[in-house]
């Protein structure tokens, strides 16, 4: 059934290979002809194209081996002066690059197929498969926008998958590829450390600790070689590749288009005193921070609230992780648990991290379908995250075809997965067949919809000069960014709920 | 554990399957100077908003009947007029009088599409959706029978090559819910109005004629009220003629004349290109354009056409039946498919819209004839560039209607090795057709065997629908959704 699905969404994209394309296509054609026409000494090096390499090496060599493949469809590509070069041929190899690396995806959310467990049981292995195969916002990001995000959820599931089914060594290699193949994934390493260094290198059997050194050991290796293997061609220029990982300098509090998350919502309150402030005379400060229209600032000098900085973030990431750690440190080699965790830090990454993509809402988004189709509060709350989640991603599409596509994808995707896990969870006994909302999720997502249409069409009707430019993005992340946190809190609650249930048991 | 919205779920999955299609070229893209259908469809926009509408079907000056003249009924007149008024809104480009002739533009493509989809959900998919959603079917198999009849072919020609054949269709199957409601009336409308689109259904119209005359029959019990009944019908229909043909009907200076010789243009030869008909395959063997008189080709369809069409007809009439009318529409449209008169390939989707109503029926037998009249338009596919859509639409076809293959299970192992052999045997022509040159001596060779292949299943098909219309009895006969 998993490969049945699989083939049909396969020739689903296929149907959009012509659609918009995001300089992201341009990045990606870049890195092939960096990695083949140019020594490896110059990869991290190269600048003729302003898209310069910014993944780990592992990337890189996976943009090598592609590159090879794509001098079939046309060499020209591979040509580091072609910029922005796209013939046919281009187009066709590089969607069907994606699509092809989506059987890495595959792969991985059959690995954690069976090993979820689920207490409804049935179909419940289809509807999960079918969730996250045709999740839609992959589908937007990288069959639409174009990325690599399907390839690289594939191998985080492969590593989730393992400790599912209690391979930890495995989980801890996958990993490790994870995080060389695209440095974003440390939101989420200090789960692994914590379940790792918990779960199997201390065991506690009637109150006695082991603390297993030789497996501590293996883990390192395992970690170290693939670091070693990553790495070791680039260790003279490490600090070249560190400032391409890791630039700094230029990057603001929020990215052009504000993610959704805590600091969206800060820089709105902070707009709104400012604005009063002024209006009402309160204070004299001076009101030179950008207005909220001009949202290709991305350096934030906050007016009324305390500035804030990376370190800042850190904290309040950091903070938010506590909920993470505590369940995992509580309760030890539990696979769920474990899973739980990968979304809280994932949560807690989202929404206090510095410079957050709204894309990264997918690494939140993932692991918790896993869980969704064995609780019916977990289904609930990955209803109201996917929804709110892809809802927040329509701003990367917006030529007119994609403008329309998008609805009819995320409207399709949503009600699909609300009947799906409404069957799933039917409870006999209430004899009600649907999820059940309560009544301010309701009217939260009632008013999503509207968000979702200003954005898609009517701000375009009501301002077609565009005075206003940044307005419908700014109403959607605050919106959204409500929304997330909501599920946020509610899913911390849960999360603790469930572990002190069981400890209550012990 | 029944999944509720289902229908609703596949449904808008067929919209998002035709936006993904609408990506794609249409016919006669970047290619002067006559381009295709989808310039034919721009032209008429532009010459119903520009000129006066006595001006619409006459060569002037500023109508070039040459380059793209009106030959579809005053509805897809009026229809243009609507879209065309939409477009000169949105950019006066899209239709400037002559100065846009091979407009195109990205934007442009957009507009274009956009009022193939509003077309569609206003008459097709929701006439679907409205005809599923009351019938009395088991839910699980609901979605399986919007799959069925959400066709490739249809796809591809109305969101691909570029056409509104879910207009005309559309208002066809309102005619059919129309009917199966008992509301002649409305269904008469809908027909009329169905034919004033597309002058082809006529194809359906043999089979509604003599529904409705035996549901007169049936519906009343004295003469008198079965003839008021009967006159009933036919004044709706002379009104809805009339509502429509009026402006057409006023001036008495030819212009009757001038619009029905556009619609029904009998200058044209007996085929055009290939067309997997019974006259393109006679014509491999025995050159009858050659042997013939024109007249007396048009006369020798005629005759075919009439003599598998009417005995069909009759039948409807005596055993008055909703199963009958579905066999009917398939045998008759079929009948007019093989043996009528310029024949395009395209005229398939007439054939297709009652076999995929019919389909709970033969679910997989439906199946297999929705795919063979999708492979029949092969040769268009490639000439628009519309390979790839068109094969994956196909596989997405095939994975989703899936279901039905177990539902015919009880067939014998013949039936299945013949289906294999098809299957086999298409794929096989579809690989030759797209990767081999013709030879030099034969041209057209592939497209001829593409032709020929598929008219040897049509003609396989045509002879089981008559079989089953005449001999299955009703018992036999049963829903196999159920």
């Known amino acids: 059934m998993l490969w049945r699905i699989f083939a049909s969404i396969t020739f689903g994209k296929l149907l959009f290979i012509p659609s918009y394309r995001s300089t992201d296509f341009e990045v990606h054609r870049n890195w092939l002809a960096v990695t083949h026409s140019l020594p490896l000494n110059k990869w991290y090096v190269d600048d003729t194209s302003q898209w310069t390499l910014d993944y780990p090496p592992l990337f890189a060599w996976f943009e090598y081996l592609l590159s090879w493949v794509a001098c079939l469809f046309d060499p020209e590509m591979l040509k580091v002066e072609n910029l922005n070069y796209a013939s046919q041929n281009t187009v066709l190899f590089q969607r069907i690059s994606v699509i092809f690396t989506d059987v890495v995806y595959a792969l991985g959310v059959q690995k954690c197929l069976y090993s979820i467990g689920s207490t409804q049981g049935g179909n419940s292995p289809t509807i999960l498969a079918f969730l996250l195969l045709c999740n839609v916002g992959l589908f937007i990001v990288d069959h639409i926008h174009f990325q690599y995000n399907g390839f690289l959820t594939g191998i985080l599931l492969l590593s989730v998958g393992s400790i599912l089914q209690k391979e930890n060594l495995k989980a801890a290699f996958w990993f490790s590829v994870l995080l060389n193949l695209k440095h974003i994934y440390l939101y989420i390493a200090p789960v692994y450390f914590v379940y790792l260094f918990r779960s199997y290198c201390i065991e506690i059997q009637k109150s006695r600790l082991t603390f297993h050194f030789k497996r501590l050991i293996k883990l390192g290796m395992v970690v170290v070689t693939t670091f070693g293997v990553a790495y070791g061609p680039f260790v003279g220029q490490f600090q070249q590749v560190m400032s391409r990982l890791f630039p700094f300098e ?127 509060e977990d289904c609930r709350l990955f209803l109201l995250l996917s929804i709110t989640g892809h809802v927040s991603l329509f701003p990367l599409l917006f030529t007119p075809f994609e403008n329309v596509s998008k609805i009819f994808l995320v409207l399709t995707y949503s009600l699909a997965s609300y009947s799906f896990l409404s069957a799933l969870h039917y409870d006999p006994k209430s004899k009600s067949t649907l999820v059940k909302f309560r009544s301010w999720e309701r009217l939260f997502l009632y008013g999503l919809v509207a968000v979702a249409l200003f954005e898609s069409f009517i701000h375009s009707m009501v301002d077609p000069s565009g005075k206003l430019p940044f307005l419908p993005l700014l109403i959607m992340s605050v919106y959204c960014a409500v929304g997330v946190i909501y599920v946020w809190l509610l899913f911390v609650i849960a999360s603790l709920k469930t572990e002190k249930k069981i400890s209550k048991q012990k | ?190 027909f009329s109005a169905a034919l004033n689109f597309k002058q082809m259904e006529l194809y359906h119209a043999i089979p509604i004629f003599f529904y409705l005359l035996a549901s007169c029959h049936r519906k009343a019990s004295t003469l008198m009220s079965q003839l008021v009944n009967l006159i009933k019908i036919g004044v709706v229909t002379l009104a809805t003629f009339a509502l429509i043909w009026y402006p057409f009907l006023q001036l008495h200076d030819g212009l009757l004349q001038q619009v029905l010789s556009r619609v029904f243009p009998f200058n044209r030869g007996i085929f055009e290109d290939y067309v997997a008909n019974f006259w393109c395959t006679l014509n491999v063997l025995v050159k009858i354009r050659r042997i013939l008189e024109p007249t007396s080709i048009a006369s020798y369809c005629l005759l075919l056409t009439a003599l598998f069409s009417f005995p069909c007809g009759l039948h409807l009439y005596f055993k008055n039946s909703l199963r009958n009318l579905h066999l009917c529409l398939i045998n008759v ?81 013949q039936f299945k090795c013949l289906a294999g052999i098809s299957a086999i045997g298409s794929a096989v022509l579809a690989l030759l057709f797209l990767i081999c040159p013709n030879p030099p001596a034969y041209p057209y060779l592939w497209t001829l065997l593409v032709s020929v292949w598929s008219f040897a299943h049509f003609s396989v098909f045509f002879a089981y629908f008559l079989y089953v219309q005449f001999w299955v009895g009703s018992q036999s006969l049963k829903l196999k959704m159920q």
């Open chain 1, 250 to 376: 230029n990057r603001g509090l929020c990215h052009a288009y504000w993610a959704p998350n805590f600091w969206a919502i800060y820089n709105i309150v902070d707009k709104i005193l400012a604005v009063s402030a002024r209006l009402f005379g309160w204070t004299t400060v001076s009101t030179t921070t950008a207005s909220m229209t001009g949202g290709l600032v991305q350096e934030f000098e906050h007016a009324i609230l305390p500035s804030v900085g990376p370190k800042t973030t850190l904290i309040c990431t950091l903070l938010a992780l506590i909920p993470a750690i505590v369940i995992l440190l509580r309760q030890p080699n539990q696979p769920r648990v474990f899973v739980r965790a990968i979304v809280l830090c994932a949560f807690a990454s989202f929404l206090f991290g510095w410079h957050v993509h709204e894309k990264a809402i997918l690494i939140v988004i993932t692991p918790l379908t896993l869980l969704a189709v064995s609780s019916h």
């Open chain 2, 1 to 190: 554990m029944d999944v509720p919205f289902k229908l609703e779920v596949i449904a808008l999955t067929t919209v998002i399957i035709k936006l993904g299609v609408s990506l794609f070229p249409y016919s006669g893209k970047n290619n002067p100077p006559m381009f295709g259908d989808y310039e034919a469809q721009r032209h008429w926009m532009e010459i119903t908003v520009n000129l006066p509408i006595q001006d619409w079907y006459r060569n002037t000056t500023d109508n070039d009947l040459l380059y793209w003249g009106l030959d579809y009924p005053p509805l897809t007149a009026y229809h243009s007029y609507l879209t065309g008024l939409m477009a000169k809104k949105i950019n006066p480009d899209y239709v400037n009088l002559l100065a846009s002739r091979g407009f195109e533009s990205p934007n442009h493509q957009f507009f274009m599409r956009m009022s193939v989809l509003v077309s569609d959900c206003l008459f097709f998919i929701s006439a679907l959706y409205f005809y599923i959603k009351n019938l009395k079917m088991d839910n699980k198999y609901k979605w399986v029978f919007f799959a069925l009849c959400s066709h490739p072919g249809l796809t591809l020609i109305d969101y691909g090559h570029f056409q509104y054949n879910s207009v005309s269709l559309g208002l066809a199957l309102w005619a059919i819910i129309f009917v199966s409601k008992g509301r002649n009336l409305w269904a008469a409308v809908a």
């Open chain 2, 333 to 413: 449209s079929l009948a007019f498919f093989l043996f009528s008169y310029h024949v395009h390939e395209k005229s398939i989707l007439l054939v297709t819209l009652p076999v995929s109503i019919a389909s709970p029926y033969f679910p997989f037998t439906a199946f297999w004839f929705l795919s063979i009249s999708h492979f029949s338009m092969l040769p268009l596919y490639a000439k628009d560039d519309l390979i790839l859509p068109a094969g994956a639409v196909l596989a997405l076809y095939c994975l989703l209607a899936n279901s039905s293959l177990k539902l015919e299970m009880g067939r014998s192992m």
